[in-house]
């Protein structure tokens, strides 16, 4: 199953810097992690701002909410969740 999700992050001005920087190198971490298991299959930088949209391919709702509310910045994270299906004109036989 796809899903595109677009991901704000808003971390407080007054929040610690080194506390900040640790939980960013943590969400790289998790990122490459999930990654590498090919359920975070894309992901693209906004440009102008701290967001992401990224492409997740779950077996179900349950497991993309486990994956998202595993994130080590979730709790600074607004987010907007797409689910996707293939469309009959594409030519990647790896769209599902």
Known sequence: MLTMVEMNVHIPLGFDKEEADRLKAR???RFQELQR???WRHIWRVVG???NVSIFDVESNSELHD???SL???PFMEMK???LCRHASSLH???R
């Open 93 to 95: 036989d790896d769209d």
């Open 72 to 74: 080590p910045l979730f």
């Open 49 to 51: 701002r701290y967001a």
């Open 67 to 69: 994956i998202l509310t």
């Open 37 to 39: 298991a090919g359920k």
């Open 27 to 29: 969400e790289k971490d």
């Open 81 to 83: 969740v797409v689910p």
